[in-house]
Each structure stands twice: as C-alpha cells, then as structure tokens.
C-alpha cells in the first residue's frame, strides 16, 4: 500500500486546514486508518483515527473538538479537517493504514506515507 499525504501548508492561529491522505496499491477498505504527527524535537504522537467504514473513530485528547477525521473509500482517501489551529499544531502530520480495528498505537500500523507540514503562525 503507498500513501500520499498532502494539504499542509503554512496558517495563523485559528485557522483551518484539511489534510487528504490517498491510497494506492491495496483495497482501500480492508484498513482501518490514522492521522499522527511528529513536532520538531519531539517523538511522533497520535491524532486521530478511522474504522474501516467510518463508523468508528477516535481522537487524541489535544485535537478533540477542534479535528474531525474522515473517509471517502470511493476516492481511496482520508481526510483530516483541522480548524481552531493552535501554534502546538505544527509538525509534520502522517497517515498510516493497518488492518482491523482503529489504534492509538504507531506499532500497530503497517504502511506510512510521507509527511506533510503544517506550521501554524501565532
């Protein structure tokens, strides 16, 4: 499976972005997906996650509220809608596939696609 994360950018305080995660290489809906992101110096933590079908989803106790995590398997794409962005935000944001449930856990996913930045200017 081969991820392409992409909708990074740089944005004030407050704002808003929407990352978009695209698959390829595998069926899109056997794998549960999630969204974790590494700041600079720090090690990379979880954000969010989706269940297969989007029925089930969880959220790191620092973006809930404020992130929303989705998917279209028709586009073979999740997304991340990230609004009321603080400048703690910033780091380099990741998606990852695994099979079966949703994970909090970074060992427990398989495939990763590259980051993609956002900085968010106080």
């Known amino acids: 499976v081969q991820l392409q994360a992409s909708g990074g950018g740089l944005v004030q305080a407050g704002g808003s972005l929407r990352l978009s995660c695209a698959a390829s290489?595998?069926?899109?809906?056997?794998?549960?997906m999630g969204w974790f992101r590494q700041a600079p110096g720090k090690e990379r933590e979880f954000v969010a996650a989706?269940?297969?079908?989007?029925?089930?989803?969880i959220y790191a106790d620092s973006v809930k509220g404020r992130f929303t995590v989705s998917r279209d398997n028709a586009k073979n794409t999740v997304y991340l809608l990230m609004n009321s962005l603080k400048p703690e935000d910033t780091a380099d944001y990741y998606c990852?596939?695994?099979?079966?449930?949703?994970?909090?856990?970074?060992?427990?996913?398989?495939?990763w696609g590259q980051g993609t930045q956002v900085t968010v200017s106080s």
């Open positions: 990852a596939t695994r099979r079966g449930g949703v994970s909090d856990l970074e060992k427990q996913y398989h495939f």
């Open positions: 290489g595998g069926t899109f809906s056997s794998y549960a």
């Open positions: 989706i269940s297969r079908f989007g029925g089930t989803t």
